[in-house]
């Protein structure tokens, strides 16, 4: 009885794991690192480390409140002005264009590549 108990409780654990995710239907594949509120509180920037194309990203130490969050190999930064992507893990795309880079950029992310989504 107990083991049965355990073992649906990991199943539903499992399978609300897996459902968070969404399948990947670009062929440019990103994990995504974390989510940023865009500048004039128009949607949120998508901070990925893509990982089918290394060129797209450069390598990279991300700083979250003034701490060190990590160093990664292929960091993006997407625009996302409607937050579709909230709440997902990995980010799939094909097709993308060029974001110029913000007066107010912090110096430290001023390498990184901005893209928005368009496919």
């Known amino acids: 009885m107990r083991a049965t108990f355990f073992i649906g409780l990991f199943s539903l654990l499992l399978l609300s794991l897996t459902s968070c ?3 990947c239907t670009g062929h ?4 995504v690192l974390y989510f940023k509120e865009a500048p004039d509180h128009q949607g949120q920037l998508v901070y990925a480390n893509v990982l089918n194309k290394p060129d797209l990203g450069v ?18 930064i997407i625009a996302d002005p409607q937050m579709k992507l909230k709440g997902r893990r990995t980010v799939c795309f094909d097709e993308f264009t ?8 912090d110096l430290r ?7 928005k989504i368009t496919k």
């Open 109 to 115: 992310e001023e390498n990184i590549p901005r893209i």
């Open 59 to 76: 390598q990279q130490t991300l700083m979250r409140e003034d701490k060190e969050y990590g160093t990664f190999p292929h960091v993006i």
């Open 21 to 23: 995710s969404d399948p």
């Open 98 to 105: 060029a974001q110029a880079k913000p007066a107010d950029i």
């Open 28 to 31: 440019i594949e990103s994990n």
